[in-house]
């Protein structure tokens, strides 16, 4: 962990060198799953005092929650938001309030695909998934801290149903920006040649994305006009980074990522992660030199939000005008 006191790194950095109209290219840089582990706390942390790292998505049930609040506490420039979880996980509400969405272990039921069938099917695990989508934001709520943005693990809040609950039910705790997963194919053919960006995968969900976006507009939220960190979720390493961020369209864009430090052990390992070296990526000073030399302004959901139609960081995303 960082030894450094006060606020350095990204807080430090947020919209230094910008007056009068919005720069072309902002960025925020997000680390997910905030809360699984020690690791990924220490991880998030260090990124941030010390690197690039603007944001963290919380899992407000996870077991290093607690930790993770605590540090996000000492660190007012670090914008959190609530990181979804209704998959691969257990539930924040009582196993009695909500039978239908867990199994016998008292984890959520199946992956992705099988819960939204079920989701879209069932009366009943609808109402149940309300109270749950409710009880992490009102547990968020609970921390004191500003909620600044909504995500989900495993994009579930593309499913028609999540999008709609996270929406009605998020404005009621001053939801103001969701993540719309939307990476553009033609901008990581740029980066890296012959990388396989889910073409199947992207026409698959393109429906649902359009629909939260539509969504997302109607209620006035804020959201990017790209997001990146899907082709290479898990490995957003420096040598990707560093071929992105020349090629990195105007706008608003996210990119999210999955660092922790290297005592982390995942849970359930996913097959070609790489935190230690995403947690490296964000520390590098070539990236934060490249952030200069392509004139890209550091900054996060929370502070677009506020400044809208006020100062550099004026307006937000296309998706949302």
């Known amino acids: 962990m960082s030894t450094r006191g006060g606020e350095g790194g990204a807080a430090q950095r947020f919209g230094e060198g ?9 960025l925020i840089v997000t680390a997910d799953d905030f809360g699984l582990d020690p690791a990924v706390n220490e991880a998030v942390e260090q990124a941030h005092r010390d690197g690039i790292l603007t944001s963290a998505s919380l899992m407000i049930g996870a077991a290093a929650a607690e930790d993770a609040v ?3 506490r000492r660190l007012p420039g670090l914008r959190v938001g609530l990181h ?5 996980a257990r539930p924040v509400s009582p196993i009695k309030d909500v039978s239908r969405l867990v199994a016998a272990d008292g984890r959520f ?7 939204g069938l079920r989701y879209a099917l069932r009366p009943g695990v609808r109402r149940e998934l309300a109270g749950e989508i409710r009880a992490q934001f009102a547990a968020f709520a609970k921390t ?4 600044d943005h909504l995500n989900a693990h495993q994009h579930l809040h593309l499913h028609p149903v999540i999008g709609r609950l996270v929406i009605e039910i998020g404005r009621e705790f001053g939801l103001h920006a969701l993540r ?8 990581i053919a740029r980066a890296e040649p012959g990388a396989s960006p889910g073409l199947v995968a992207a026409a698959v969900i393109h429906p649902w994305l359009s629909l939260l976006r539509r969504r997302v507009r ?3 939220l804020l959201a990017c006009d790209q997001v990146f960190g899907l082709t290479w979720s898990g490995a957003m390493t420096e ?6 961020l020349p090629h990195l369209p105007d706008g608003l864009t996210e990119i999210y990522c999955h660092p922790a430090a290297d005592s982390f052990v995942a849970p359930q390992p996913v097959p070609g992660y790489r935190y230690v070296e995403e947690l490296a990526a964000l520390l590098g000073p070539e990236i934060r030199r490249d952030l200069h030399r392509y004139g890209i302004l550091l900054t996060s959901y929370g502070k677009v939000v506020g400044n809208r139609g006020t100062g550099p960081d004026a307006g937000g995303g296309k998706q949302t005008r």
């Open 144 to 147: 004191g801290l500003p909620l």
């Open 109 to 115: 039921v199946g992956g992705p695909v099988e819960a």
């Open 180 to 187: 719309l997963p939307w990476e553009p194919r033609h901008v």
């Open 70 to 72: 605590a540090r996000a």
């Open 218 to 220: 109607r209620a006035g």
């Open 18 to 26: 910008f007056r009068g109209d919005a720069p072309p290219k902002r």
């Open 84 to 88: 979804l979880t209704l998959s691969d």
């Open 239 to 244: 040598a990707r980074w560093r071929a992105l």
